[in-house]
């Protein structure tokens, strides 16, 4: 089964940081970009940040200069490590990946689970 695993969620302080790791795992012949996204109580859920296979970024305005996306291809995984973090960063925060599977070869977009991140003093 070809799935995302999200980890790394918690509660933090005003100030904190933490680090949210994404584990792609399955019959996987490529990942292709790679996004974080977010998902606030009673908001819509919104793109964060995204990465390409070369290591492209992008992100949302209100995270520049606090949040860095990053990749490890050699483990399919995901990164966003999340610095100066505010109450307003709370939210449930999901990974997405362009893959393609082998068997048969077919492009895919896959979600993790979403994990939890609550910003408060």
């Known amino acids: 089964q070809v799935q995302l695993v999200e980890s790394g969620g918690g509660l933090v302080q005003p100030g904190g940081s933490l680090r949210l790791s994404c584990a792609a795992s399955?019959?996987?012949?490529?990942?292709?970009?790679m996004g974080w996204y977010r998902q606030a109580p009673g908001k819509q859920r919104e793109l964060v940040a995204t990465?390409?296979?070369?290591?492209?970024?992008n992100y949302v305005d209100s995270v520049k200069g606090r949040f860095t996306i990053s990749r490890d291809n050699a483990k399919n995984t995901l990164y966003l490590q999340m610095n100066s973090l505010k109450p307003e960063d709370t939210a449930v925060y999901y990974c997405?990946?362009?893959?393609?599977?082998?068997?048969?070869?077919?492009?895919?977009?896959?979600w993790g689970q979403g994990t939890l991140v609550t910003v408060s003093s």
């Open positions: 990465i390409t296979d070369v290591g492209s970024r």
């Open positions: 997405n990946a362009a893959v393609v599977t082998p068997n048969p070869y077919r492009a895919r977009e896959l």
């Open positions: 399955g019959s996987i012949f490529r990942v292709n970009a």
